[in-house]
C-alpha cells in the first residue's frame, strides 16, 4: 500500500543553519514526490516535486530535495534557514499505478527557526 | 489570479445536521480533489473530480459524505447527519491539468466543528 512517512514531530534548527526535514515513501509503482508548506491558517503551499531525472530537486524560497531510490527517501533540505521558514511541512507522494489521482500524505513535521 | 476559495471558513453544527462545504478552483483547472485533515494530522484523500465527473471518490469515509461538481467548477462537499468524528479541516485543491505529475493548489481549507 502507498504511503508516506515524516518521522519527525518537529525540528529545531538555529537561524543560518542548514535545515532537513525527513520523508520516506512506499509505492507499487514509480513515485511522484512532492513537498509542501502550511502556514498558520492558509491553504498548503507548493515547494517543489520530483517526477523524473536529476535526484535533486531545486524549488521555492531555496528549498531543495535529494530523491534517494534505495532509500525510498525524499528528504527537504535548506543551505541556511530563516526565521520566516518555521512552518508545517508535508510531504507528499502518487504513483504512476492505475489509481494515481490520490496524493499520500505524511503527517507533517513543524519546522522551528529560532534567531 | 485568484487562487483557490472555500466557504465558510467556518461551521459549527449540531450533532445530526446537514452541512454543505464550497468549493471555488482557480479557473480553467480540469482536476479539483477533496480532503479531510484531522488536528495534527496530514490531509487524507476524500474525492476526485476531472470536470463534471467523479472519478475517484474511493476516499468518502461514509455513506453520509457526498460531493458534486455540476458544470465542472465550482464544487460543493455535503455531509449528511454530521457525527461528532466528521470534526476536521476540509480541504480542495484543484490542478491545472489531469496528469500525475500535476502539482495541486489548495483553498484555505473550512475548519468543521461538530458539538
Known amino acids: 500500500a502507498q504511503s508516506v512517512a515524516q518521522p519527525e514531530d518537529q525540528v529545531n534548527v538555529a537561524e543560518g543553519n542548514p535545515l532537513t526535514v525527513k520523508c520516506t515513501y512506499s509505492v507499487s509503482g514509480n513515485p511522484y514526490l512532492f513537498w509542501y508548506v502550511q502556514y498558520p491558517n492558509r491553504g498548503l503551499q507548493f515547494l517543489l516535486k520530483y517526477i523524473t531525472g536529476d535526484n535533486l530537486v531545486k524549488g521555492s524560497y531555496g528549498f531543495e530535495a535529494e530523491f534517494n531510490k534505495s532509500q525510498t527517501s525524499f528528504h527537504l533540505k535548506k543551505p541556511s534557514a530563516l526565521v520566516s521558514d518555521s512552518a508545517l511541512y508535508f510531504c507528499?507522494?502518487?504513483?504512476?499505478?492505475?489509481?494515481?489521482?490520490?496524493?499520500?500524505f505524511g503527517s507533517g513535521t513543524k519546522l522551528n527557526v529560532k534567531p | 489570479g485568484a487562487g483557490v476559495s472555500q466557504s465558510p471558513r467556518y461551521k459549527v453544527a449540531k450533532r445530526g445536521q446537514d452541512v454543505a462545504l464550497r468549493c471555488d478552483p482557480i479557473?480553467?483547472?480540469?482536476?479539483l480533489f477533496w480532503y479531510q485533515q484531522a488536528l495534527g494530522q496530514g490531509p487524507e484523500f476524500l474525492t476526485y473530480?476531472?470536470?463534471?465527473?467523479?472519478?475517484?471518490k474511493s476516499g468518502l469515509p461514509s455513506d453520509r459524505f457526498f460531493a458534486e461538481r455540476p458544470e465542472g467548477s465550482v464544487s460543493t462537499l455535503k455531509i449528511q447527519r454530521t457525527q461528532q468524528e466528521d470534526s476536521a479541516v476540509y480541504l480542495c485543491?484543484?490542478?491545472?491539468?489531469?496528469?500525475?505529475?500535476?502539482?495541486?493548489?489548495f483553498g484555505p481549507g473550512t475548519r468543521l466543528t461538530v458539538t
Open positions: 479557473s480553467g483547472h480540469v482536476s
Open positions: 473530480f476531472q470536470n463534471e465527473a467523479q472519478l475517484d
Open positions: 507528499a507522494v502518487r504513483d504512476d499505478s492505475y489509481n494515481f489521482n490520490k496524493f499520500y
Open positions: 485543491a484543484s490542478s491545472h491539468r489531469r496528469g500525475r505529475d500535476d502539482e495541486q493548489y
